[in-house]
C-alpha cells in the first residue's frame, strides 16, 4: 500500500485478529485470521486483510476522490465519476525493475530501494500496530511505542488462549509436523 502511494508516513492503525489454534510462520508465532484499517499521512487509507473467511475481495481497488482503480490478474480496470461502466487502462511502465532497482543503489546512484530494510522495519511496525489494537482495544497512533510483540504478549498472559492444541509452522513444519 505504501509503495503505491509513495511511501507516505502510518498516521494511526485499528486492527482485530482471531487467533484459536498455535499457528506459527517461519518459528514466529501468527494469527489464523487478521484485518486492519491504517490511515496515512493525506488521509489516505488502506485495508489490509488476512486468511478471513470467503467471499474473498476480488481485486486490489484504489477509491479516489473522482473514480476508482481495480487491479485484477493482470488488468488494470478505471472507473471515474463521469464514466459508466469499466475502461481498462495500461499502467505505465516503471522507471527500472527491483533487480535494477537493487544494482544502482549498490553501486550509490540511488539513495535507497523498495525492497531495502527500512521498508520492511515500517511493514512489521503497521503489523504490529494491528496486534497492538487489539491489546489495548483502541486506536494506535503512530510510530508504535510497544517494543515487544503485543502478539507474544497477548498470548503469554492467556487473552490469546490456544483452544485447537497442536502448534504447526506454515514454511518450516516443526519436528511433531513430519510423519
Not at 489495548?136 to 517494543?147: D, F, G, Q, W, Y
Request: proline letters at 7%.
Amino acid at each position: 500500500m505504501r509503495y503505491h502511494l509513495l511511501d507516505p508516513e502510518t498516521l494511526w492503525v485499528i486492527g482485530q485478529i482471531s487467533r484459536t489454534t498455535d499457528r506459527w510462520e517461519r518459528r514466529t508465532r501468527c494469527e489464523d485470521l487478521c484485518t486492519g484499517l491504517i490511515c496515512f499521512e493525506g488521509g489516505a487509507r488502506g485495508v489490509y486483510e488476512s486468511d478471513l473467511p470467503q467471499p474473498l475481495l476480488p481485486a486490489a481497488t484504489v477509491y479516489g476522490t473522482t473514480g476508482q482503480i481495480k487491479a485484477m490478474e493482470g488488468d488494470v480496470l478505471l472507473q471515474n465519476d463521469k464514466a459508466s461502466g469499466w475502461k481498462e487502462i495500461q499502467p505505465p511502465a516503471e522507471g527500472s525493475d527491483q533487480l535494477q532497482e537493487l544494482v544502482d543503489w549498490m553501486e550509490g546512484k540511488i539513495a535507497e530501494h523498495r525492497s531495502s530494510g527500512q521498508q520492511a522495519r515500517y511493514t512489521m511496525e503497521i503489523m504490529m500496530a494491528i496486534y497492538e489494537s487489539l491489546r489495548i482495544k483502541n486506536v494506535v497512533e503512530m510510530p508504535l511505542k510497544t517494543r515487544e510483540s503485543p502478539l507474544e504478549l497477548m498470548v503469554e498472559d492467556g487473552t490469546l488462549p490456544v483452544l485447537k492444541p497442536g502448534r504447526y509452522d506454515l514454511r518450516h513444519p516443526f519436528p511433531e509436523q513430519q510423519k
